[in-house]
């Protein structure tokens, strides 16, 4: 059974950090590529990050520099350490393959506000 479990968001104040976790279970995740997707209010999803089996990543404009995303192989988990947040990063952050064909996690929920 495929589960996608994320956790570590919250509220943060502008300019602060934030690091995300994302647990895989029922499938090959050492073969994954897998990517971090969020949605903000009111709005679609929208592509953030993705690390390859190789642990090479792309990034989204709005993350490149800001954003990095890791992986532990080992413990089948994805990491997303979010530096100088904004208003405009507030979002549910999930975690999916690069494709995003498999079941969806309940998501973690990130405000930043002052």
């Known amino acids: 059974q495929v589960q996608l479990v994320e956790s570590g968001g919250g509220l943060v104040q502008p300019g602060g950090s934030l690091k995300l976790s994302c647990s895989a279970s029922?499938?090959?995740?050492?073969?994954?590529?897998m990517t971090w997707a969020r949605q903000a209010p009111g709005k679609g999803l929208e592509w953030v990050t993705t690390i390859f089996r190789d642990g090479t990543a792309l990034s989204a404009d709005s993350a490149h520099g800001r954003f990095t995303i890791s992986r532990d192989n080992a413990k089948n988990t994805i990491d997303l350490q979010m530096n100088s947040l904004q208003p405009e990063d507030t979002a549910v952050y999930y975690c999916?393959?690069?494709?995003?064909?498999?079941?969806w996690g309940q998501g973690t929920q990130v405000t930043v506000s002052s």
């Open positions: 029922g499938f090959f995740f050492e073969q994954s590529a």
């Open positions: 999916n393959s690069v494709l995003m064909d498999l079941p």
